[in-house]
């Protein structure tokens, strides 16, 4: 179990000496405990050791955020709010050399899916609200912290890598799940919109939108979190990503569940989306936007099975297979979301018509 922030962490950042931490589980990537002062319970806050094996560049990363949160709160989109040390910087450095930082605690509830259809509707919203307020931000803000992050073509070139190099000696087990998704990228080479997703522009974008990243608040209002990957990229792969995980019945990392296309929530999911973005998308993003569940799903697909190839150095895991099944439910959602590509772009013709 990680190390928990000591007094003087908690101090540098000005929080209550009198306190409870609380470990949060659920995020893959930093290390987080929630801050509960037992004599001030308003004043909590979330406190987290960065790991700076996926961010290498920390300060740079802060910078990102620090932006994000001054024209989130000028355009009165709810948001992170920062708890900065006594010499005004959002991260500190212990005697152990672990870098810190620290922000509200934001009081309400966080579901890992949408169960309902109205959750899946204002969830999308929410996402389409916060990409609207960044709309007009300068890609030169921003620093790319995680480089070509959703870079469709530079992530089936690192999978063919992993399946050449074999670092792990995976290969003859894993070779049915390559072949599946060598077929599966076949069809997606084939798709009359491959080309426009290839050329879509980049703007500032959250990149992992999905259910447990939004804060339901006791006052009703939804606030988007975990905003590390809030940076450069394409537009659509926040619509894409919502879909891959709000358009499937079972988890999605469960592999023991056929995978169905479900319309009506494809439908919400751009509803929600375009009514809080509120504005227009680029000719070559509309062209795009029937595939984008299918390209974030075959990604992340492959993304799971790299790992797996590479000795899951990346995604934690408990077993041996677990990154495996990961990847068998991700190309069966994809595949599941191929056959059904004229139905999804009925509906974006639909939505379209409606916002016409």
Known sequence: MATAPSPDVLVAFGLPTEHELIPLDGGHIHATWRCRGLDTPHDDAVVQRVNEAVFRG????????????????????????????????????????????????????????????DAVQSI????????????????????????????????????????????????????????????????????????????????IVHND?????????????????????????????DIGELVRTLCRSASEHDDTVASTLQIERFGLVLRGWLEGYGRGLHAIEMAALPIAGIMLTVENALRFLSDYLDGDIYFPVTDHDQNLARFRAQIGHAQALLDGVNDLRRVVAHERARLA
Not at 192 to 201: I, N, V
Not at 210 to 217: E, I, Q, Y
């Open 58 to 117: 920390p300060r740079e990363l802060m910078a990102n955020l620090d932006r994000l949160e001054a024209k989130l709160v000028a355009s009165g989109v709810p948001t992170i709010r920062w708890h900065r040390t006594s010499d005004d910087s959002l991260l500190h450095r212990d005697a152990e050399a672990r870098l810190w930082r620290a922000y509200r605690w934001i009081d309400g509830e966080v579901h890992g899916s949408a169960a309902d259809l």
């Open 124 to 203: 999308s919203r929410a996402f389409g609200l916060f990409a609207g307020a960044l709309a007009d931000e300068s890609l030169d803000r921003y620093v790319e912290v995680i480089p070509s992050f959703h870079d469709f073509v530079a992530r089936e070139r690192a999978w063919r890598f992993a399946v050449l190099r074999d670092d792990a000696n995976r290969f003859l087990y894993a070779q049915p799940e390559v072949e599946r998704a060598s077929r599966v990228l076949e069809r997606v080479h084939e798709l009359d919109e491959y080309d426009a997703w290839c050329g879509l522009p980049s703007r």
């Open 209 to 237: 939108a999905k259910a447990s990243n939004v804060v339901r608040g006791s006052d009703g209002l939804l606030t988007v979190i975990d905003l590390d990957t809030t940076m450069p990229g394409p537009l659509l792969a």
